[in-house]
DNA sequence: TCATCCCTGTGG
DNA sequence: CCACAGGGATGA
């Protein structure tokens, strides 16, 4: 579920709460999680919370409270559990924050260093990008998809990124030309930030929601991500869909060469 | 570089 | 009933 955007989002929300709050306990709702409190020496105070890639760091007592929310994982706060399948709290004085995963695949650990191979943070100076490619026969949207190669763009970013800067989806990475490659460099923070702006994109209300509960914004400004069939916003062509290492992948024929 | 699997729920 | 879902680790 939640891509970058999302994640950013949750992070920038949660921020107030936790920061500088002492975290209490460690409540492990789902067997999955015992043992996970013992990693901790709580209570402690959340020294930062920050975000590289799509995974949320919790910074406690030198050490770091990993979570990746995967396709289905939501971090709420509150004081009381929200509804829904709430797997792990952190509980703190006036509050806490819970897990929620219905389809329990959202990952959480304790470890003294982050380091899962990300490639760099998809803003800034993208100026390597055009050369990244040239080295890649996977499909550009495979590339995009590709956490070491650049971190945290997603399913449906990685369709709207393509859309606004152009080029269709099946193309070899290396097959893109300096100047396309240089169009896609500006998509990327363009879109992601849109997206930031928009709270995230909440396509299915059951699925992702910002830390208070509620709904993103973004799925409105979506142009290609689930809308096969319908008409493309700039020529109204219908938005196609093919399959992607596996992935549903959306965009306008003509639009995106 | 690609399928397969993890897990559960929803929608066609 | 089966296909599919916003992610990613794994092994061929």
Redesign the pocket.
């Known amino acids: 579920?939640?891509?970058l955007p999302?994640v950013e989002t949750v992070v920038r929300a949660l921020r107030p709460h936790v920061e500088g709050s002492e975290l209490l306990r460690l409540e492990p709702l789902d067997p999955a999680f015992q043992g996970l409190e013992g990693e901790l020496p709580l209570p402690a105070p959340v020294e930062g919370l920050s975000r590289r890639?799509?995974?949320i760091l919790f910074r406690v007592g030198g050490r770091l409270l990993v979570v990746?929310?995967?396709?289905?994982g939501r971090l709420l706060w509150g004081e009381t559990p929200p509804e829904g399948?709430v797997r792990l709290a952190l509980r703190f004085r006036k509050g806490a924050v819970f897990l929620v995963d219905?389809?329990?695949?959202a990952v959480v650990e304790v470890v003294d260093k982050f380091d899962?191979?990300l490639g760099p943070e998809p803003f800034g100076d993208l100026s390597w990008l055009p050369e990244a490619l040239k080295g890649?026969?996977?499909?550009i949207k495979?590339?995009l998809?590709d956490?070491?190669k650049i971190a945290g763009?997603?399913?449906?970013y990685a369709a709207e990124i393509l859309y606004r800067a152009g080029i269709d989806p099946r193309r070899?990475?290396r097959s893109l030309t300096g100047e396309e490659a240089r169009r896609l460099a500006q998509a990327i923070p363009q879109v992601l930030k849109e997206a930031i702006d928009g709270k995230?994109?909440?396509?299915?209300d059951?699925?992702?929601r910002q830390p208070d509960g509620e709904l993103?914004g973004f799925?409105l400004k979506l142009a290609v991500?689930?809308r096969a069939g319908e008409a493309c916003p700039a020529c109204g062509t219908p938005i196609a869909r093919v399959?992607?290492?596996?992935?549903?992948t959306y965009f306008c024929p003509k639009c995106q060469r």
């Open positions: 579920m939640p891509e999302e890639g799509k995974y990746h929310l995967r396709m289905s399948r219905r389809r329990r695949l899962r191979g890649s026969r996977m499909p495979g590339w998809l956490q070491r763009i997603g399913n449906i070899p990475a995230g994109t909440s396509l299915s059951a699925e992702y993103g799925q991500y689930g399959k992607i290492a596996g992935r549903s």
